[in-house]
């Protein structure tokens, strides 16, 4: 073919060999030419990646999320199992008890409890039995494993002069 020459440079740029070029910026031209530089900006390819990157996160956390939620549901279902099963206990025990309180010899005590004997029973109370302070030991006000409340000498004092603060 045809054997052309090399197309001469633009005449607004200037020659690679000249003192102006960008290559060897001269002091005496002021600013070098930045026409040569690449954009640091916003590409496509880079809002591509970022969007890519994002929707991807956005699938893990939204996998992540499913993944939690079936877990507590699995955590859920234990507990209500377990619920079941002491429920399931509860009810034996009241079964138990409904059979037991069925039984005459557990209405015949009962009724001797109240006072209602057999024929030849005698039924008996004790006469002039003190009752038993609020904190006895074996009543409900004092629980176990419960602090007693310890008065101090002072409000003893005052207690018996004054009467009960409460």
Do not use: C, K, Y
């Not at 530089?37 to 591509?48: E, K, S």
């Not at 209500?80 to 005459?104: K, M, S």
């Not at 004997?117 to 004092?142: C, K, R």
């Not at 602090?147 to 000498?153: G, I, K, N």
């Amino acid at each position: 073919m045809h054997d052309r020459p090399p197309a001469p440079p633009p005449p607004d740029q200037p020659e690679p060999d000249e003192p102006g070029s960008p290559e060897e910026p001269s002091a005496g031209h002021g600013a070098p030419d930045l026409s040569a530089l690449p954009i640091a900006g916003i590409t496509r390819r880079r809002v591509g990646f970022l969007v890519a990157a994002l929707v991807s996160a956005w699938i893990v956390i939204v996998f992540a999320r499913q993944v939690g939620d079936a877990s507590s549901a699995g955590v859920r279902a234990d507990a209500l199992r377990d619920a079941n099963l002491e429920l399931a206990g509860r009810v034996a025990a009241l079964e138990r008890e409904h059979e037991l309180i069925q039984r005459q010899a557990w209405i015949v005590q009962q009724a001797r409890g109240h006072g209602l004997g057999g024929p030849g029973e005698i039924p008996f109370a004790l006469a002039n039995a003190p009752t038993l302070p609020s904190d006895a030991p074996g009543s409900a006000a004092v629980r176990l494993g419960g602090r007693a409340e310890q008065a101090t000498p002072l409000e003893a004092w005052l207690s018996l002069l004054f009467g009960p603060s409460r």
